[in-house]
C-alpha cells in the first residue's frame, strides 16, 4: 500500500508513460509516451487512475513508471520503491516521483514506509527488497501482462469473426464475397492460430510462480504461424479504404453498430477492432525484449526467451518489408504504362518488387548477334527493353525472360564455347527444360557483380514469398490500375520522368565485390561502354530497386 499511503498523505506521485495506451472505453485515460500522469489512485494492482491536464480515467499500471521529477530544492523528495504492479520498460527499480508539497514530511515517517529495506546514503533513496526479488517480481509482471493481453486479444478476435464477420455474411443484399474478404482479410485464419497459441501459453504458465513460467518455446513452436500476420497487414490499408466508402451510407454505419451491441462488445468502432492484429503483431518483439531484460541467464526459458525475440523481431521485419512492396505496386504500374508496345501479361500479375535495373549486351543463342539492351529485374521475370535512338529516354518493350525457369551462371572470362565469342564480365542464363541460353556482358567486374547477387536476391525474395503465401491480390491490382488511369488522364503519361524513389542502399562497400557461394568464384568480364550518360528517367526508376549501381 506504499503508493496508496503517499497519495493519502497529500503527495504528488506523478508517473511517466513508458508505452502509447489507446482507449478501449470510455472511463480509459489516453496518453502517449513520454506523457506525464497524476496518479490519483492506485488501490488496484492492475490499473490506476490518473489524470493529465483536465482528463482523468483509469490507465494500465504496466504501462507507465513512476521516476524522479527534475530537481527542485527543498519541496522534493524521492523514494525508490518495488511498487504494487511493476511496470513495463523499466529499470532494475522502480521509481516514484514524489512532490511534497508542504516539504513537511518527517524522515520517520519514511522508515516506518519500509521494512526489510536499506537507506542508500549516496542519493538519499530508499530500497525495498534485494535485487533478486525485484527481478523476480518484474519477471512475473511481465509475465502476467503478456498472458493478460492474450486472453483480451482472443476476446476482440471473437468478436470480431463473431460480432461482425459473421453477421456481415447474412447481409447478401449489403455485402458481397470480395468486399468481406477485403475488409476482414484472414482475420478467422489468425482466430484459430491465436487460439491454438493462447492454449500452449497456458499450459506453460505458472498461476502460483509467474516468474518460474517458460513460454519463451511457445513462439519457437509458432513461429511459422505468425507469417499469417503477413496477409493481414497488407491488406489492412485496403480494409480502411473499402469500410470508408461504405460509411459514406448512414445503413452501414447503423449496421456495424448494431453488430456491437448484438455482440456486447466495447465502444470503439469497426477500423479500431480491425486495427488490433495489426498492433498486436508489432508489439510482440517488444514485449519479448521486456521479458529478456528481467529473465536471469541462468534461467531455463532465457535461451528460449532470446530466440524467441529474434524471430519475432525478423517476423515484424519481413512484414513491413513486404508493407512496402505492396505500397510500391502503384509506381511500377506506372512505370509499366510508360513502356511502348507493351505486350503480355501485366508485369503485377507475377511481380511486386523491382529487384535490379540496368544496361548490358545481350547475346540469344540462336542469333549470336550482341544487342544492347536495358533490363529489369522483378521477382519471377527478367524484362528486356530498347531505348529509342532520338530520345533516349523512351523505352520500348522487347520480351521478358521467366527467372523461374533459368539458371544463373557465371561465365569464364575468355573464349566461350556455348557462342564461339570472347567474353569479359559476362554470366549466363540457362534453360532448365532445353539448351536455351543468354549470355550478358556487363560494362565493369562490380557490375557484373552486382547483377549475381541481384538474381541471388530474387530467388531468396521468391522462396520468401512462397513460404509465407505473399501475393499481390486481384482488388490491389485493379486499384493500381485506377490509379495509373487517374494520372493518366490526369496529367498525361510521363514517359521522360517516372516518379522519384528514395535512393537504395548499396550493398557492396566500395572496392569489395562478393560473389555468393552457390555461384562461382574468380571470373570478371566486360562489354561495350555508351558514350551516352544515363537520362534521367533510368536515374529515378532504378531508386526503385535495392541494388544501387
Request: proline share 4%; net charge negative; glycine share 4%.
Amino acid at each position: 500500500m506504499t503508493m496508496m499511503m503517499l497519495i493519502s498523505g497529500g503527495s504528488i506521485v506523478n508517473a511517466e508513460a513508458v508505452w502509447d495506451h489507446v482507449t478501449m472505453a470510455d472511463r480509459e485515460l489516453a496518453f502517449k509516451a513520454g506523457d506525464v500522469i497524476k496518479v490519483l489512485d492506485a488501490s488496484n494492482k492492475d490499473w490506476w487512475w490518473g489524470q493529465i491536464d483536465e482528463e482523468e480515467g483509469w490507465f494500465p499500471a504496466s504501462f507507465v513508471r513512476v521516476e524522479p521529477h527534475p530537481p527542485q530544492p527543498q519541496t522534493k523528495q524521492v523514494f525508490y520503491i518495488n511498487p504494487i504492479a511493476t511496470p513495463r520498460f523499466q529499470n532494475t527499480t522502480s521509481k516514484l516521483w514524489v512532490n511534497q508539497e508542504d516539504g513537511g514530511a518527517e524522515p520517520a515517517e519514511r522508515t516506518s514506509e519500509v521494512q526489510n529495506g536499506h537507506l542508500d546514503p549516496t542519493n538519499d533513496c530508499l530500497c525495498l527488497g534485494s535485487p533478486l526479488q525485484n527481478r523476480d517480481q518484474m519477471r512475473a509482471n511481465v509475465i502476467n501482462e503478456i498472458m493478460s493481453t492474450e486472453r483480451h486479444y482472443i476476446k476482440h478476435l471473437k468478436d470480431i469473426c463473431e460480432g461482425y464477420l459473421r453477421q456481415c455474411r447474412k447481409r447478401v443484399d449489403m455485402f458481397n464475397d470480395d468486399q468481406l474478404k477485403v475488409i476482414f482479410g484472414n482475420i478467422e485464419d489468425i482466430y484459430r492460430f491465436q487460439m491454438g497459441f493462447v492454449r500452449d501459453l497456458e499450459k506453460q504458465y505458472n498461476t502460483d510462480d509467474p516468474h518460474l513460467s517458460e513460454i519463451g518455446p511457445c513462439f519457437l513452436e509458432h513461429q511459422d504461424g505468425f507469417w499469417i500476420y503477413s496477409e493481414y497487414c497488407n491488406n489492412h490499408l485496403d480494409a480502411c479504404m473499402e469500410l470508408s466508402k461504405l460509411m459514406r451510407d448512414g445503413r452501414y454505419q447503423h449496421f456495424f453498430e448494431a453488430c456491437r451491441l448484438l455482440q456486447q462488445m466495447i465502444d470503439i468502432a469497426i477500423d479500431g477492432f480491425l486495427l488490433t492484429p495489426v498492433q498486436k503483431i508489432c508489439k510482440y518483439p517488444l514485449q519479448l525484449a521486456e521479458l529478456l531484460k528481467y529473465t536471469a541467464q541462468e534461467h531455463s526459458d532465457y535461451r528460449y526467451v532470446a530466440a524467441a525475440l529474434a524471430v519475432m523481431r525478423n517476423v515484424t521485419q519481413q512484414i513491413n518489408e513486404r508493407k512496402r512492396r505492396l505500397e510500391n505496386i502503384d509506381k511500377i504500374a506506372q512505370w509499366q504504362a510508360s513502356v511502348l508496345d507493351w505486350e503480355g501479361d501485366d508485369i503485377l500479375d507475377r511481380s511486386s518488387e523491382l529487384i535490379y535495373t540496368g544496361e548490358l549486351s545481350w547475346i540469344y543463342q540462336p542469333y549470336g548477334r550482341s544487342q544492347q539492351r536495358v533490363f529489369f529485374l522483378f521477382d519471377h521475370q527478367l524484362v528486356l527493353c530498347k531505348k529509342d535512338l532520338i530520345r533516349r529516354d523512351i523505352l520500348y518493350y522487347k520480351g521478358r525472360i521467366d527467372m523461374d525457369r533459368y539458371d544463373v551462371r557465371d561465365a569464364i572470362d575468355g573464349r566461350d564455347d556455348d557462342f564461339n565469342v570472347s567474353v569479359k564480365n559476362a554470366f549466363k542464363l540457362c534453360n532448365k527444360d532445353s539448351e536455351e541460353i543468354h549470355i550478358f556482358l556487363a560494362k565493369k567486374p562490380e557490375e557484373k557483380i552486382r547483377w549475381l547477387r541481384a538474381f541471388h536476391e530474387e530467388r531468396k525474395m521468391v522462396q520468401e514469398d512462397e513460404k509465407i503465401g505473399f501475393e499481390i491480390s486481384e482488388y490491389q491490382k485493379r486499384q493500381a490500375a485506377m490509379t495509373v488511369r487517374k494520372v493518366t488522364k490526369q496529367k498525361g503519361v510521363n514517359r521522360c520522368t517516372p516518379p522519384s524513389y528514395p535512393p537504395p542502399q548499396d550493398p557492396l562497400s566500395a572496392g569489395h565485390y562478393e560473389v555468393t557461394e552457390d555461384l562461382a568464384q574468380g571470373e570478371v568480364f566486360e562489354f561495350s561502354q555508351s558514350k551516352r550518360g544515363q537520362a534521367p528517367f533510368w536515374q529515378n526508376f532504378s531508386r526503385l530497386a535495392p541494388f544501387k549501381k
